[in-house]
């Protein structure tokens, strides 16, 4: 009871707090899907519901008793223990229900982890196992963890199953780096606790409800080429979020009309003699979506352009919003250009 009461606490504490930080401009509003995805949602205004926004729609689904193994099945990857161990542990003692040997790590987690859960120096070097494991040294032997960041980053956001354990599920947070080991649905409200942001019935509107979307909707993306230089993206009927773009200016204006993408190129080259990261070549590959293209002397084209049209008939997208694009549409993807 004692324990309800304090999470119920710190949910309101670190709700109201975020809550200022996340109430953007209305302009901003329809990025917030990208902004927030992999992150957990406290909607403040309905009894603190628990939201997870997934990390390649930007869809939200509902975190309840019931639901919440399935939507982290459906958004995790399979991870192998060499490759956990590159991925920094949460280590925070209000995570914990129950530990043995009491070095600051629950019982299943040293479990997972495999070390000794009723030993609060695993290799007996006089370093306790939580010690080792926050400042990244092997809790089993000599030397440091082969922690790797960018691994990390790129897996941030997502659910990870151990799949040479017993499925043990974990949530990599892509607002600290740090791995948290999910037991039971307790584990995840304590996690979302420590880690959700708060937010109001307004915002949240602008970040679609998966369970209202038909799991057959097709991709598709339009952009308004006029004065609001947007792309808007879509499953089926619904719009999912949007980017500000900079489409082609007056005198090189970008074709209007109905287009599929055709290719897709990491980098690709222009004849202007400059790179386009994330191309994305539309009608017979003569113009398409890219990021804010780079210079060969790496000179990046400023991101105040975005918003207005002044390229030469390619749509540029902002550092993210391009990659996120690039990731999200397919080969055959349709987009209207109006
Ligand atoms: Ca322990
Ligand atoms: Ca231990
Ligand atoms: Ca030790």
Redesign the pocket.
């Known amino acids: 009871m004692q324990k309800n009461k304090k999470t119920i606490f710190t949910f309101l504490i670190f709700s109201l707090f975020s809550l200022i930080f996340i109430f953007p401009r209305p302009s901003l509003a329809s990025s917030l899907p990208f902004e927030l995805r992999g992150q957990f949602l406290i909607q403040v205004e309905n009894k603190g519901q628990a939201w997870y926004v997934d990390k390649h729609n930007g869809l939200r689904h509902i975190l309840s008793q019931n639901s919440f193994l399935e939507v982290a099945r459906q958004n995790s990857l399979g991870i192998s223990n060499n490759d956990l161990k590159k991925i920094p542990l949460a280590v925070d003692s209000r995570l914990i229900k129950i530990d043995s040997?009491n070095?600051g790590?629950d019982d299943r987690l040293?479990k997972a982890i495999g070390?000794?859960?009723s030993?609060?120096d695993?290799d007996g070097d006089s370093h306790s196992?939580s010690l080792e494991i926050k400042n990244h040294y092997d809790p089993l032997g000599p030397g440091r963890l082969p922690i790797d960041l960018n691994f990390t980053k790129k897996l941030a956001g997502k659910f990870l199953l151990q799949v040479e354990g017993k499925g043990e599920l974990w949530y990599l947070s892509p607002k600290d780096n740090l791995l948290y080991y999910v037991g039971d649905y307790e584990d995840l409200l304590k996690i979302i606790s420590i880690l959700g942001l708060g937010i109001n019935n307004e915002n949240i509107s602008f970040i679609a409800d998966a369970s209202l979307i038909s799991k057959n909707s097709l991709k598709n993306v339009k952009v308004d080429v006029g004065p609001s230089q947007r792309v808007y993206y879509y499953l089926g009927e619904t719009q999912i979020g949007s980017f500000p773009v900079s489409a082609g200016k007056a005198s090189m204006p970008t074709p209007k009309g109905n287009f599929k993408i055709i290719n897709k190129y990491p980098k690709a080259w222009s004849s202007y003699g400059l790179w386009m990261p994330y191309w994305l070549g539309m009608g017979t590959g003569r113009f398409g979506f890219h990021e804010l293209p780079i210079w060969p002397s790496g000179y990046r084209e400023g991101e105040n352009h975005l918003g207005i049209a002044v390229s030469h008939g390619c749509i540029r997208l902002g550092i993210g919003p391009a990659e996120f694009l690039y990731n999200w549409v397919e080969v055959g993807t349709p987009v209207v250009i109006y």
Do not use: T, V
Request: hydrophobic share 25%.
């Open positions: 040997d070095d790590l040293e070390i000794n859960y030993n609060l695993s196992d």
